[in-house]
């Protein structure tokens, strides 16, 4: 039966619009679905278990000046962590929760204001932030993740060495705030932290702190890293610290690493208006050589010294100038299997290293010089 032409007109364009909502957006909507939900959920964990002899025998069996290995003549769980990491177009995060001896050396000084803060919960978040990427070249994290600080790995796996260097143990592991990542092109990288202060996660005063630092890829093997921070700690007292890395592959077989960092702290009294300055430094060098593929040899030599113990508290008058050197060997059987041992000595300008008193005795002694041979076995899955 033929219609009218308004009629006719009005069917055609209601089966143009039926064609259209059930043909052509529907796969459209499918596909949009499906960019913004896919993910990438990676679920891992990690332990490595220890054991260490310290040459000083510590009465408290608690290694002073280090993170790991904490503990002296004990097997112990140095570290381990479950994690889950996300990674889809745009958005990324990263949950991990730990535990072991090294998480309680390097969390105790979290600082505890009122009754919801402290380590009892930071010491477990080994990185906990959420990420979102404003423009190609522009990531944006909020939360708990490591520091920008340094040449070196939280994670025993991912470090040059078993033990870490004094100028690891002593400046951030991790920061808790907002950082924002920059690609400025394929060789240069820039980084921007804004966070509570240095290292900690529950706050300690009203001011917050600046990280910043730069990632040059000099070529294909080498690295040239520079960062800085600046922050006034509590009793207002200015932080400044700057630091400069150099990691380079010199063969199939061999890699170097060194660090030197500076760092400086104003005090102003309110009774004089006037400002005390006093400072620390300290710089290592590592060397790896591969024998093979699954065998390494790894060596490191070091300074330290912080007169006025502003990063490194003693516990008595005198302060902490220390050299150290150590030798290592790593092992990897396979891939997610790693044996590490490693002697180092330590040699200090002042008797600061805590020693055992023969039978037990309950006075306390010190010495200049202190040893440490450790052996760990590390299962990455």
Do not use: C
Not at 95 to 101: N, S, W
Not at 266 to 275: E, G, Q
């Amino acid at each position: 039966m033929d219609l009218p032409p308004h009629l006719r007109a009005r069917r055609l364009l209601g089966v143009a619009i039926i064609a259209l909502l059930l043909g052509q957006p529907a796969p459209l909507r499918a596909q949009a679905v499906s960019t913004d939900t896919s993910r990438s959920l990676v679920v891992g964990a990690f332990v490595d278990a220890a054991y260490a002899f310290d040459a000083n025998r510590p009465a408290t069996r608690d290694r002073a000046f280090t993170t790991q290995p904490a503990r002296h003549n004990e097997f112990n769980v140095n570290l381990a962590f479950v994690e889950a990491t996300v990674a889809r177009r745009r958005v990324r995060g990263r949950l991990a929760v730990q535990a072991g001896t090294s998480v309680q050396a390097n969390y105790a000084a979290e600082p505890r204001q009122g009754a919801v803060s402290g380590d009892a919960l930071s010491r477990m978040l080994q990185e906990a932030y959420a990420g979102y990427q404003f423009t190609p070249t522009l990531w944006v994290d909020v939360g708990v993740f490591y520091s920008h600080i340094g040449m070196e790995s939280w994670v025993s796996r991912d470090n040059p060495t078993y033990t870490r260097s004094f100028v690891a143990d002593f400046s951030p592991f991790y920061s808790t705030g907002v950082r924002a990542t920059w690609q400025l092109s394929s060789a240069v990288t820039a980084r921007v932290d804004v966070v509570n202060g240095w290292q900690n996660i529950s706050e300690n005063n009203e001011d917050k702190s600046l990280g910043l630092r730069v990632d040059v890829a000099a070529n294909s093997t080498t690295t040239v890293s520079w960062y800085a921070y600046a922050g006034n700690e509590p009793g207002a007292q200015l932080r400044l610290f700057n630091g400069v890395g150099v990691r380079s592959r010199l063969s199939d077989r061999a890699e170097v690493l060194a660090q030197v960092d500076v760092g400086r702290q104003h005090v102003h009294d309110s009774l004089t208006a006037a400002r005390q300055s006093s400072g620390w430094y300290g710089a290592t060098l590592i060397g790896r050589y591969w024998v093979r593929p699954s065998l390494a040899v790894v060596a490191r030599a070091e300074r330290f010294a912080d007169g006025d113990q502003i990063v490194v508290r003693t516990g008595g008058p005198l302060p902490f100038r220390a050299n150290s050197a150590s030798i290592g060997i790593d092992v990897r059987p396979e891939a997610r299997v790693l044996w590490r041992t490693e002697a180092r000595g330590y040699a200090a300008d002042a008797t600061v290293f805590p020693k055992g008193v023969p039978g037990g005795g309950s006075t306390p002694a010190l010495s200049r010089r202190s040893g440490v041979l450790v052996t760990s076995l590390a299962l990455t899955f």
